[in-house]
């Protein structure tokens, strides 16, 4: 269905079809990415893209899959997924309560599963450089210190997703306009594993401060809490399913 939508709003200008399907439209820019990446270094261009103000529901999830049965739980490869690939709806094709309402944000969704939903609707998951773009802008958006920006992540990441998931889009959207980026649930992007020069033989959380500092451009705390996430995405394997991993799309403009 939303798919067909994109299709008729095609012709509207980018702003109007941007909001309209529920998308925020997002100038690029130069920008210098807040961590170190051994492959392509820290600076570079991001270029315009759409992302959604808010994260996949299950309810929307639900539709890709009776759409895609070849994705629903007792279906799907488990090439493509762990054991807990929506362990938490009732059944195959059923919601329920709680984080499997239909207004919450679908988790225990692999990085499979993550893109072939994205790719069905035309869409694609966002790059980590702008997924990371598009937090800055926020955060430059509400003008809030780095400090706090350090101490709402550590909070957060000291406790993710506790109890039951709030509703997609329950809070304000200030700023650009895109709810939840931080403190909802952690959100796959395309390319979700920092490159590291010794890969798997660093464990950068508990290895020595000289693994980590290797990475920070600034030493500071904004970019040190920055940098947890970054660590927390290149834990994950592309099977992996967890209750505070979620995902949103970008589109590209054309």
């Not at 834990?235 to 799309?249: H, I």
């Amino acid at each position: 269905m939303r798919t067909l939508l994109i299709t008729l709003m095609l012709s509207l200008p980018i702003a109007v079809f941007a909001e309209e399907a529920g998308m925020v439209y997002i100038d690029g820019g130069d920008w210098e990415l807040p961590i170190v990446r051994e492959d392509t270094g820290q600076s570079g261009r991001v270029e315009d893209f759409l992302l959604d103000v808010h994260q996949v529901t299950n309810a929307a999830f639900l539709d890709f899959v009776r759409a895609n049965p070849e994705w629903r739980r007792d279906q799907a490869p488990g090439i493509f997924r762990d054991a807990g690939y929506l362990s938490h709806w009732p059944s195959a094709e059923g919601l329920g309560e709680g984080n499997a309402a239909p207004d919450r944000p679908v988790t225990r969704v692999s990085w499979y599963a993550a893109r072939a939903y994205c790719r069905e609707i035309g869409g694609r998951l966002p790059s980590m450089t702008e997924w990371e773009y598009a937090s800055e802008r926020q955060r430059q958006a509400l003008e809030i210190a780095p400090q706090d920006y350090a101490s709402q992540l550590f909070s957060w990441y000291a406790n993710p997703g506790a109890g039951d998931l709030r509703p997609v889009a329950s809070g304000p959207a200030d700023g650009l306009g895109i709810h939840d980026l931080h403190g909802l649930v952690l959100e796959w992007v395309e390319d979700f594993q920092l490159i590291l020069g010794r890969g798997d033989d660093i464990d950068l959380l508990t290895g020595s401060c000289g693994d980590t500092a290797r990475f920070l451009p600034e030493f500071d705390e904004a970019h040190y809490a920055t940098f947890l996430r970054f660590q927390s995405r290149s834990n994950y394997q592309p099977v992996t399913t967890t209750s505070t991993l979620g995902f949103r799309c970008a589109y590209d403009p054309e």
